[in-house]
């Protein structure tokens, strides 16, 4: 099967044995619940069996899942791997600096190592030094990357620093595309893949929360320059993660793994449209929801060849 350059066919997922809302990131991430209301215990087991069965559905949808266990208790968010690597054809791999500090003991040797052993990895690019200087660039959750075209779109936030931007931009030959974008009480975006998705055919995104309105008008322009269809999701749509989903490739068709909740909040002209190009492959991820990222916060693409 070809390697579709925007839609992976295969992915990295870990699945966590003591899951919970990570107190270190509750200030910046509006999307994530300040009270819940279940038993810590409960929502551990919750959060592993909802791993377990989204990775079972993705696979029977023809996707390569790799997961991984964590066993820990010092790592809540682990559920997220796509903020600490991303993986880049021609064989580039790049582990990111992370704002919370308690977010840097999610990184792992053992899956840079089965990357290297099962895909063709020529070399890995390491900013995680970076976080000593205070500097943050939070994977494929603080850029959505559109790999046709070669840009990388970024909201302004404390884990979007534009100096490493910029830097990735030129060591993985991207164009940045940085702007601001907040919710209706004016408090920021805290990743960019909460407010976008871009597929190979489709882009759907909260546009009317990119503030400067020339921007906007010329992020919508070069979408639809690429030959994409623009969906318009409104905020209370980007609550319900709509736009934190991830189109996926497959021998039998390209498939948008999203979560139940944002399925549920999208109307019946938004899925006709998507459907055109992609199968929808809603996953309930309720639990993880809580922690204030969805499916495509749990999904590492695998850009790269096998071996």
């Known amino acids: 099967m070809a390697i579709n350059p925007q839609a992976p066919?295969?992915?990295?997922?870990i699945r966590p044995h003591y899951f919970s809302p990570n107190p270190e990131t509750l200030s910046d991430n509006s999307y994530q619940s300040q009270h819940f209301s279940q038993d810590q215990a409960l929502l551990a087991k919750q959060a592993y069996d909802q791993v377990s069965l989204a990775q079972q559905q993705l696979q029977d949808a023809g996707i390569n899942v790799h997961v991984f266990e964590d066993l820990g208790t010092q790592t809540p968010d682990s559920v997220f791997p796509n903020n600490w690597f991303s993986t880049h054809l021609g064989g580039h791999v790049a582990i990111y600096p992370m704002y919370a500090k308690n977010r840097r003991k999610e990184r792992r040797t053992d899956i840079i190592d089965m990357l290297k052993a099962q895909y063709r990895v020529q070399d890995v690019i390491d900013y995680s030094g970076l976080e000593y200087d205070n500097i943050f660039l939070e994977g494929t959750g603080a850029m959505v990357l559109d790999h046709v075209e070669r840009v990388a779109y970024a909201v302004r936030s404390k884990r979007t620093d534009s100096l490493v931007l910029e830097r990735f931009c030129t060591q993985f030959n991207f164009e940045p595309m940085v702007f601001d974008a907040e919710?209706?009480?004016?408090?920021?975006i805290y990743h960019t893949n909460v407010l976008m998705c871009i597929g190979s055919d489709f882009?759907?995104?909260g546009f009317g929360m990119i503030?400067?309105?020339?921007?906007?008008?010329?992020?919508i322009r070069r979408f639809q320059d690429s030959g994409r269809s623009i969906i318009e999701l409104t905020e209370s749509q980007i609550r319900h993660?709509?736009?934190?989903?991830?189109?996926?490739?497959?021998?039998?068709?390209?498939?948008?793994?999203?979560?139940?909740?944002?399925?549920?909040?999208?109307?019946?002209?938004q899925i006709g449209l998507?459907?055109?190009?992609?199968?929808?492959?809603?996953?309930?991820?309720?639990?993880?929801?809580?922690?204030?990222?969805?499916?495509?916060c749990m999904l590492a693409g695998i850009h790269l060849s096998k071996r």
Request: proline share 1%.
């Open 241 to 269: 993660f709509c736009g934190n989903a991830l189109e996926l490739q497959s021998k039998a068709g390209r498939i948008l793994a999203l979560s139940k909740c944002a399925y549920d909040a999208l109307t019946d002209e």
């Open 274 to 296: 998507l459907s055109q190009s992609v199968t929808l492959l809603p996953l309930d991820v309720s639990a993880i929801e809580l922690a204030g990222g969805s499916v495509r």
């Open 211 to 219: 503030k400067d309105s020339a921007w906007r008008q010329q992020i």
């Open 9 to 13: 066919s295969a992915v990295v997922m």
């Open 183 to 188: 919710d209706e009480a004016g408090v920021a």
């Open 203 to 205: 882009v759907m995104a």
